[in-house]
């Protein structure tokens, strides 16, 4: 399966590095919702439309970070590390034109950002289809 020109089975069956970083999105492109994610080797960063925020998480075994890996992305490292934010910030920004979102970029091609607006708290129903799973199991 080619993704992007490259092979992605052949590099999950043996293990190859295929992409310097990898990128994902969720939410509509130019709204409030819009969060765009890069992962790296050493790094998870995560941009985030709704006030301009971002995080990074520290990917690296190093000695430096062992300890904050094993707390599975619960320190934020974006205020010690700005440097880092700021380049794979460049980096989701090249991709979101690549990938077709512009809507989520303005006129100089940097992300839009919004007014931080907290968001309703509701519940989010998430099920596995393909488990069979459609509801909230109850039990007699």
Not at 3 to 28: P, S, T
Not at 57 to 86: G, M, N
Not at 92 to 113: H, I, M, P, S
Request: glycine fraction near 8%.
């Amino acid at each position: 399966i080619l993704r992007g020109g490259a092979d992605l089975l052949h590099g999950v069956h043996k293990h190859e590095k295929i992409r310097d970083c990898l990128f994902g999105y969720h939410g509509q492109p130019g709204t409030r919702g819009f969060k765009m994610m890069v992962r790296t080797d050493e790094w998870k960063y995560i941009f985030m439309s709704n006030g301009d925020r971002e995080q990074l998480f520290p990917f690296s075994d190093t000695q430096e970070f062992s300890a904050i890996c094993k707390e599975d992305e619960v320190r934020d490292l974006s205020r010690e590390y700005p440097h880092i934010c700021r380049e794979l910030r460049a980096q989701a920004e090249l991709q979101a034109r690549k990938e077709g979102l512009e809507a989520a970029l303005d006129a100089q091609g940097r992300f839009r950002t919004f007014t931080f607006c907290r968001f309703p708290r509701k519940r989010v129903r998430q099920f596995d289809r393909s488990q069979g799973i459609e509801d909230f199991i109850i039990c007699p």
